[in-house]
């Protein structure tokens, strides 16, 4: 049995993990990611006359993978063809959504057209909070509070806690 060298190891093992994660990055967020991305360019060269099982074997010639793990293998055509096809379909249903969103009086359209988030408010601009009038307590002007306000609350507290801290006298 030939010795064994764990350092040697421990480099292998570094080195396995950087190959592992170089193509990893040729892959991207995944052959998914990159049909999504770049569909527009892959239906283009399909038009120009490249087939698509060409244009799979081009992207696994640059690293582009299908799977995970121990499964990881060269991207085919019939998964290409599968891929755009669910990208295809993912496009029509966003179409739709954003036609159907499009309809919702709630949504101020002119203001923020799809896509675009609302300008945030800011805090100057801001209405204080109030109860309804209904719900609030009747005001006498003339008389006391009728409710005590928060820092009566707390000096009330306060003392009560001072009260229960005093020192007995001797």
């Known amino acids: 049995m030939p010795p064994f060298d764990l350092s040697r190891l421990r480099r292998d093992l570094k080195r396995r993990s950087a190959e592992r994660a170089e193509a990893a990055g040729r892959r991207g967020h995944g052959s998914m990611a990159l049909v999504r991305e770049h569909l527009d360019a892959?239906?283009?060269?399909?038009?120009?006359?490249?087939?698509?099982?060409?244009?799979?074997?081009?992207?696994?010639?640059?690293?582009?993978?299908?799977?995970?793990?121990?499964?990881?293998?060269?991207?085919t055509g019939k998964r290409l063809t599968a891929l755009i096809a669910s990208v295809r379909r993912e496009r029509i249903r966003r179409a739709a959504a954003d036609r159907v969103r499009a309809q919702r009086s709630d949504l101020d359209r002119a203001r923020h057209p799809a896509g675009e988030a609302p300008d945030p408010v800011p805090p100057s601009a801001m209405q204080p909070l109030a109860l309804s009038s209904d719900l609030a307590a009747p005001h006498d002007p003339d008389g006391p509070d009728p409710l005590p306000s928060a820092e009566d609350m707390r000096l009330k507290a306060l003392a009560a806690v001072q009260k229960l801290l005093r020192k007995d006298p001797p």
């Open 42 to 75: 892959f239906e283009q060269l399909h038009r120009d006359g490249a087939s698509w099982v060409d244009i799979a074997a081009a992207l696994a010639a640059q690293g582009v993978m299908q799977g995970s793990g121990a499964s990881l293998r060269p991207i």
